[in-house]
């Protein structure tokens, strides 16, 4: 693999939505599994009250009793709440879009920074957009790749400062509206939680959430994640990477992303089935089976970099507007059957 100075370059379309036809014509019955799960409401409010327990627990503690519980527990139960907001934001909770979102909301009460509305607005576009820079907020910037580089350092200090590094490309995505009425409330609900945490709990528990927020997305195996899902890892040009590795069992599938991409209406706890009803389609793909060695890869390898990603300028023929009606996935997948 060579070091690479620019992105990859590709005419081709993204490959999940031939692949979900290809796959839907061979195996029609995967239909069956595209639904909701409203149990995962429960797994939602079992972390959300398992980190503010932790917290009040902690709200007297030494910072360095913090900061290990926060790298050994929290970082994994804020990690968890992120691809809970996930599940949200592909609505594959409740029918009802609102009640989506504010199950959304909830789950990123422990995260101390508003993010789940955000998250719903620009991830949608990664479905339909993949690829395309103006449109797909996981691609990094170009001043971002260029300016971490292939160094150790510079990737360290990237997966350190990742929550950073992703809000600056809100201003690159101007065909997008950031702000609107739920991200307000988005906003006024953490203000208020947060400001709860501090007057009954105290600084240091306020700490302990912030601090887990912090490693769960960033200078943390499971920071690999964001890594594996899309950056070129391998001698190939193979677009998304699944994991299949244990931390899957505490993360809900989320590695899963190759299957996740092909059938995003399929919710978390029935993924592991699209790999073993068509095999064929993901064991001759190329996929991770550590996150905690892919994170020292990405660190210590480097040919791997911010540039390892497929970009394409083609957006195809989905509209902007598409991805915002309701339920345009499930339309969407039913269409590639026909």
Not at 90 to 116: E, Y
Not at 228 to 251: D, F, I, K, P, W
Not at 291 to 298: A, K, S
């Amino acid at each position: 693999m060579l070091k690479r100075t620019d992105f990859i370059y590709s005419e081709e379309s993204e490959p999940h939505r031939f692949r979900t036809k290809k796959i839907l014509q061979e195996f029609p019955h995967l239909r069956d599994l595209i639904g909701k799960n409203p149990f995962t409401m429960f797994a939602i409010t079992g972390l959300v009250a398992s980190m503010i327990g932790i917290a009040w627990l902690l709200r007297d503690q030494s910072w360095w009793i913090i900061f290990a519980a926060a790298y050994f527990y929290g970082a994994f139960a804020n990690h968890s709440l992120f691809v809970m907001i996930h599940e949200c934001t592909h609505q594959l909770l409740f029918k009802s879009r609102t009640a989506n979102r504010w199950a959304s909301i909830f789950a990123n009460l422990p995260h101390v920074m508003p993010g789940a509305m955000s998250f719903e607005k620009y991830h949608l576009k990664h479905h339909s957009f993949q690829g395309i820079h103006e449109l797909d907020a996981d691609l990094p910037n170009k001043w971002e790749a260029k300016l971490i580089n292939n160094s150790f350092l510079g990737k360290t200090l990237w997966l350190l400062f990742f929550p950073v590094f992703q809000g600056t490309r809100v201003t690159r995505l101007k065909e997008i509206d950031f702000f609107d009425g739920w991200m307000l409330i988005n906003i006024a609900v953490q203000v208020v939680f947060n400001v709860a945490v501090w007057y009954f709990l105290g600084w240091h528990a306020l700490g302990f959430l912030f601090i887990s927020f912090w490693f769960s997305i960033g200078l943390h195996p499971l920071g690999a994640r964001w890594i594996q899902e899309h950056y070129l890892t391998y001698r190939t040009e193979q677009e998304t990477y699944s994991y299949y590795g244990v931390l899957n069992t505490v993360a809900f599938n989320v590695g899963f992303h190759n299957e996740h991409h092909d059938f995003p209406s399929i919710p978390w706890n029935r993924l592991p089935k699209i790999k073993k009803t068509a095999p064929e389609y993901y064991e001759t793909l190329y996929y991770h089976k550590s996150w905690t060695g892919l994170f020292f890869r990405f660190l210590f390898e480097s040919e791997i970099s911010l540039f390892n990603r497929i970009l394409r300028k083609k957006r195809g023929n989905i509209a902007l507007t598409d991805v915002s009606k309701p339920d345009a996935e499930l339309v969407l997948v039913e269409e590639m059957a026909d």
